[in-house]
């Protein structure tokens, strides 16, 4: 499962990279919780919780279907 969730984590990264961010993965826990830290201006960005539910976990369950929940941690 983490193969894939790195997989799809680099296929975001562009547009992340884009505004001077990125993402990173902590660790993927035997029920299906990812835990990403965002690196950059996506640290420091009003808006990462919205890219955290709306664009990082919605595409993570979608393409990593034993994805139960996306959480960012510092």
Known sequence: MKEKIIKAL???RPYLQADDGD???VEVSEDGI???R???ECRVCPL???TLRAGIERALMRDVPEV???EAVS
């Open 10 to 12: 680099n296929i975001m």
């Open 68 to 70: 139960k929940r996306v």
């Open 38 to 40: 965002f690196l950059g």
């Open 48 to 50: 990462n919780s919205m």
């Open 34 to 36: 990812v835990k990403i």
């Open 23 to 25: 993402v990173e993965l």
